[in-house]
């Protein structure tokens, strides 16, 4: 079975990718590239939109394939910073911004509270829709934001992020580091039976 997910970014789609056996197709394969809006209050509410709405879409489209999808609404939270950008964290330097745009505005925040660093941890919510219901589990990253950006790897606010018991960034480290630590890492962990149950009704 082809697992559909419903996002729009090449990181997420290319670390879904590295974590899953199975075929992970990018909806815009199958229906072309759209923007969703994400106007839920939590990272399982903008989850459950962006799945929700490519499932029917793609039930529209295809009324006789059976279809898996799955998306992932994650962000970063400072607690200096009251736990922004949080949901957020997409747009945080504002409308139709870029990854480096939305950390270099972090990076900037961390030096106006006159910090080198400060404890930061990422959310992942991971929501599942399919013809027998929808689920939603979660898995979370803590660690420090720096002052700086070090590193090009990973994407996002990854060169700003060391993750607890490491002295590098997710800029600096591996994917094949990251997928064992991440907020997303985890909440595929949790993703997988419910993926495997459903793949085998
Ligand atoms: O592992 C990560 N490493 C670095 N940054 C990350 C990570 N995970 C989420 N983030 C940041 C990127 C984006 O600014 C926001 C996600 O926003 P979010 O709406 O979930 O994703 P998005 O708009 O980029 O794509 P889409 O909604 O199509 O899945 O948090
Ligand atoms: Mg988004």
């Known amino acids: 079975m082809k697992l559909v997910l419903a996002t729009g970014n090449r990181g997420k789609l290319r670390e879904f990718r590295q974590m899953c056996e199975d075929e992970v197709v990018a909806f815009s394969d199958l229906l072309g590239a759209f923007d969703?809006?994400?106007?839920?209050?939590?990272f399982a509410q903008n989850a459950l939109i962006k799945a929700r709405t490519i499932y029917e879409k793609l039930?529209?489209?295809d009324p006789s394939t059976d279809?898996?999808?799955?998306s992932d609404d994650s962000g970063i939270s400072l607690p200096v910073l009251n736990?922004?950008?949080g949901i957020y964290s997409a747009r945080y330097a504002g409308k139709d911004v870029t990854d480096k745009e939305n950390l270099y505005k972090l990076v900037e925040a961390v030096k106006e509270k006159g910090l080198k660093s400060t404890p930061a941890y990422y959310t992942a919510a991971i929501a599942i829709v399919s013809k027998y219901g929808e689920y939603v589990v979660h898995g979370w990253m803590h660690g420090d934001v720096i002052d700086e950006a070090r590193g090009e790897k990973g994407f996002g606010y990854d060169p700003m992020f060391i993750p607890a018991g490491?002295?590098?960034t997710l800029g600096e480290l591996d994917d094949d580091i990251k997928k064992n630590i991440s907020h997303r890492g985890k909440a595929l962990a949790l993703a997988k039976p419910i993926i495997q149950m459903l793949k085998t009704k």
């Open 83 to 85: 736990g922004a950008p």
């Open 67 to 70: 279809y898996l999808v799955i």
């Open 59 to 61: 039930k529209e489209k």
């Open 36 to 42: 969703i809006v994400e106007d839920g209050d939590t």
């Open 166 to 168: 490491f002295h590098k």
